[in-house]
């Protein structure tokens, strides 16, 4: 193994590692159940226990079962006459579901073990974005940028510590962009393969079987299958890498680009990426077809008329319930206290407070007065760096057409505008952590933005030096903000006027205490 290979992954790893350290050290605290864990980590468990959601005890106003479990006590289900009576209709897909309930089932009902599969898959996404960067640059230096910044991110940091599903929808579609990135490697280093054998006909060659295509549309439906949201990142990626398809056509000096990728591209791309992700987003659902006592299954008619009418109704009741779904989801404008508009997302203006506990003895920190918060904000130095790199992707990309400026800023668009028409059509209740799926992308902004200024490896040492320097100086002060905001990040037990502080605007604090 090469030197260059073998640093490619070391760095990445050890990156991975710091932020691993950071995600995994006191990941039971708070000990309760905060924010909309009081959904997710108990549905977890009932598709661990019974392969289907159930109801719980309790409601919002009354949570019994979220007592019982900080209790210990796992007798968190309602009693019903029949199993299918307490079938739970539940609003998201359950991937990232089962995905807890892999935490819950290695280290119990406990907070440490329903926030560990987020803390596994939080720090997985680091060494992939490290990965991916590199491949993107070329360079295991802005590999490891890249990972670290991602590292150094307050928002990623506090759900990759939460029983929440955005996390996981987060890891896929990241996953699923490296797989195209990997993808259209492959896929041009076959057409060089291909050019110094055969002459260049009028549509260029057939390119054969692509697994990294098959595997982003795995993962692409993957992330369906946490949150319904993926399918933003799906179309929009599906069309990219089709376009990366034409373009290796034409770079190679194919006659007819468009009729090549149509021809020859098209039909394993629909297969991959719409075929694929619809399997993997049905076979999330495994356990709600194999159950009498999912919510809308209609069992015993589906079992009345032998084995094919059992697959028709069975996919009848299973399309019904995917609409009740998308109704639900359509009139979602309850009234929340940590609600905000898509607007003010980059510039965090809100965020949410998943916990706070103002009401600690003084004894718990030394002073008069004692906080204990969780507030899922990112890290202020990166959101505002990552602006401005955005922007500076937008000329760079109108100037040059370079292929890495036009995918990242595309990721950050599917990812960030179409909540503005939901925001504007329904007046829909949304949240600053709907941004996590494209923070990598905003880290990835920053990355090419470096290399831009570090410029290339034949530049001169002056300009080497300069570009190493600003991107170090930019790095260190994401790592001091960080370092800041770390104790509100986490559930550190501080000083009232310490939290007080760490409060960068006013609506960071509207419902706590002051």
């Known amino acids: 193994m090469q030197d260059g290979v073998l640093l490619g992954w070391v760095g990445p790893i050890v990156v991975a590692i710091f932020g691993g350290i950071l995600r995994f050290v006191r990941l039971g605290d708070p000990k309760s159940v905060v924010f909309d864990e009081t959904y997710y980590i108990k549905d977890a468990y009932s598709l661990l226990t019974h392969g289907v959601e159930r109801t719980m005890l309790g409601d919002s106003e009354n949570p019994i079962a979220d007592r019982r479990l900080i209790a210990g006590n796992l007798d968190i289900f309602k009693q019903c006459a029949q199993p299918s009576d307490c079938a739970s209709f539940v609003a998201h897909p359950p991937l990232g579901k089962w995905m807890i309930s892999v935490g819950e089932w290695l280290f119990g009902l406990n907070p440490f073990g329903w926030r560990f599969a987020a803390a596994v898959i939080g720090t997985l996404s680091i060494l992939v974005l490290a990965r991916v960067a590199r491949r993107m640059t070329r360079s295991t230096l802005l590999g490891c940028l890249g990972g670290l910044l991602l590292a150094l991110d307050g928002l990623h940091l506090v759900l990759s510590r939460t029983g929440l599903l955005d996390i996981f929808l987060m890891f896929w579609v990241l996953a699923g962009f ?45 992330a369906c299958a946490v949150k319904w949201s993926g399918i933003f990142f799906l179309l929009a990626f599906a069309v990219m890498s089709l376009m990366w398809d034409v373009g290796a056509r034409r770079a190679l000096g194919a006659r007819r680009p468009v009729n090549g990728a149509l021809a020859y591209d098209l039909p394993g791309g629909f297969g991959a ?24 299954r209609n069992w015993a008619q589906a079992t009345s008329s032998g084995p094919a009418f059992f697959v028709v109704d069975s996919a009848r009741s299973w399309v019904q319930y995917q609409l009740e779904v998308l109704g639900f989801h359509s009139g979602l404008d309850t009234y929340h206290q940590y609600m905000s508009e898509p607007w003010q997302w980059p510039v965090l203006l809100r965020p949410v407070t998943f916990h706070y506990a103002g009401d600690l003895p003084p004894s718990a920190c030394g002073a008069d007065k004692c906080s204990q918060a969780v507030i899922a904000a990112g890290t ?14 937008v000329v760079w990309y109108f100037n040059t057409r370079d292929w890495r400026a036009g995918a990242v800023l595309l990721a950050y668009a599917v990812g960030w505008l179409p909540w503005f028409y939901y925001a504007i059509a329904d007046n829909r209740t949304m949240y600053l952590f709907y941004m996590i799926p494209v923070v990598p992308f905003m880290v990835l902004a920053l990355v090419l933005v470096a290399g831009l200024v570090l410029g290339k490896a034949a530049a001169t040492p002056a300009r080497r030096a300069f570009g190493a320097a600003a991107a170090g100086a930019f790095a260190l002060i994401a790592l001091v903000n960080f370092w800041w905001l770390y104790p509100v990040l986490t559930a550190e037990t501080i000083a009232h006027a310490e939290w007080w502080a760490r409060m960068l605007f006013r609506s960071w604090v509207t419902a706590a205490p002051k």
């Open 178 to 222: 490296a797989c195209l990135v990997a993808d259209r490697d492959q896929a041009r280093e076959r057409l060089v393969s291909w050019y110094e054998s055969s002459p260049v006909a009028g549509m260029g060659p057939r390119l054969g079987l692509r697994w990294w295509r098959i595997a982003a549309g795995a993962c692409l439906g993957a």
């Open 380 to 393: 202020p130095a990166l959101w505002y760096g990552a602006a401005l790199a955005l922007i500076a992707l």
């Open 273 to 296: 990426m719409v075929l694929g992700s619809a399997a993997t987003f049905a076979a999330s659902w495994a356990g709600w077809f194999v159950s009498a006592d999912g919510w809308g």
